[in-house]
């Protein structure tokens, strides 16, 4: 009983998987592909401990096919290139039978090691799974990309939580022998931060820590213990996203020494250099974005210097570019702006183009009336005339609102110049 309860408590079915019910659900996407008796490569995108590992295992078990295992952080090329010249020789003469190669975390691979796989997927030696928690769209090559289905896990919900503690209480060995009483879960959750393995194991420390057959749960005795037992930064373990949060949080309140801090505390740990660069440039435009344009300028050369110099001296980039968005002025009007234009897409549906801002490239669409109203702005005073660019079920609604800083107010006035009442805001 060494394995850790979030190992202990694994399921090896698709019934007993937690969550993710567009997936695995009863007509979820793997459960039709399971019934078929079809799997393409595929690649999980979600966030730490929603089960990605696990869905694999699953997988191969229920569709009964050998089942190899790589992790990009310890694999290199000659790992791969082994990995698959085993799996050729229980290739099956039916591409459903496949062996299955999981990657964990195949965002590492560098472009030589993802390109080893290609030969594979492409001639159908296996069936690659890879598992990321980062957007395949930056990380894997195209090439590697276009050969595999994209599948995207969400973060557990607070009922998917409690389903895994309240499963892991009455199915495991050890747990079940023990009258355990979730009177409080809120600090359970709060530091799982919907991570489903970290749940378990925080779980297991605190009722190890408690000890005795009768043990009473509650956020006091959560933090108590947790605080406690406090472990070092892993840039593999349970911390990351914990400092990562602590890094970005400390940029986006204008605090250069908690920014600085949190940046050593991932250098020193071994944090990946590009995983942090990357951070960098996302909260250039999230948390910055129109109040200083020149931070996004400033975190893309960072990116791609770091990408290219390595370690030690991208510290040097990484620091500097961190303390010049921490002490930029803050903005989050861009971010707001496409969110509430997703929402309203995603309530009024396909709303129809006005007929003066359609393109009219054949006869008939001109004597239909497509853009025959369109007003040209260059041919008026100042690059500008009046006229309506949302869909008639939309106009005058607002999506982007300039934010409090000197150069969005600069905006708010050359608006309001230009457009009068419709952008007094």
């Known amino acids: 009983m060494d394995a850790p309860l979030a190992e202990r408590v694994r399921p090896h079915r698709l019934e007993d998987y937690v969550s993710q019910n567009h997936l695995v659900g009863e007509h979820g996407i793997l459960t039709n592909q399971l019934k078929m008796g079809f799997i393409p490569s595929l690649i999980f995108w979600g966030p730490p401990g929603t089960g990605k590992t696990t869905l694999a295992e699953i997988l191969a078990k229920q569709s009964e096919r050998p089942f190899y295992v790589l992790s990009a952080i310890n694999s290199g090329v000659k790992d791969v290139r082994e990995v698959i010249e085993k799996a050729k020789k229980n290739t099956g003469l039916f591409t459903t039978k496949n062996p299955i190669l999981f990657i964990d975390e195949i965002h590492r691979f560098s472009k030589s090691q ?147 801090y949190w940046l050593a505390r991932m250098i020193e740990g071994g944090e990946d250099l590009k995983f942090i660069a990357r951070r960098l440039l996302i909260h250039a435009s999230e948390d910055i974005g129109l109040a200083n344009p020149t931070a996004l300028i400033m975190a893309n050369n960072v990116f791609q210097a770091v990408s290219v110099i390595g370690y030690p001296e991208s510290r040097i980039l990484l620091s500097q570019c961190t303390i010049y968005l921490a002490t930029s002025p803050k903005s989050n009007s861009a971010y707001l702006a496409i969110g509430k234009a997703q929402q309203t897409v995603k309530q009024t549906g396909d709303l129809s183009v006005p007929l003066h801002l359609r393109n009219a490239p054949t006869k008939l669409m001109k004597e239909l009336g497509y853009g025959e109203e369109y007003n040209y702005p260059h041919d008026f005073t100042n690059n500008f005339v009046q006229q309506e660019y949302l869909p008639d079920d939309l106009v005058n609604t607002v999506f982007y609102e300039p934010g409090q800083n000197n150069r969005e107010q600069s905006t708010r006035e050359f608006l309001k110049n230009r457009w009068d009442i419709k952008y007094e805001y």
């Open 114 to 260: 993802q390109d080893s796989l290609l030969a594979a997927v492409e001639r159908g030696w296996v069936t690659l799974i890879g598992a990321t928690t980062e957007n395949p769209s930056f990380e894997v090559i195209p090439a590697l990309l276009s050969r595999c289905q994209v599948y995207t896990l969400n973060a557990f919900t607070k009922e998917d939580l409690k389903t895994l503690l309240n499963r892991a209480i009455e199915q495991d060995e050890i747990l079940r022998t023990k009258k355990i009483t979730l009177k409080e879960t809120e600090a359970l959750f709060r530091l799982s931060g919907g991570d489903g393995r970290k749940l378990l194991n925080t779980f297991e420390l605190i009722v190890n820590a408690t000890g005795g057959d009768y043990i009473e749960i509650n956020n006091e005795m959560v933090l108590k213990i947790v605080q406690q037992n406090t472990v070092l930064y892993d840039k593999t373990g349970e911390q990351h996203y914990d400092i990562i949060s602590a890094f970005i949080k400390s940029i986006r309140g204008s605090d250069p020494n908690g920014a600085v």
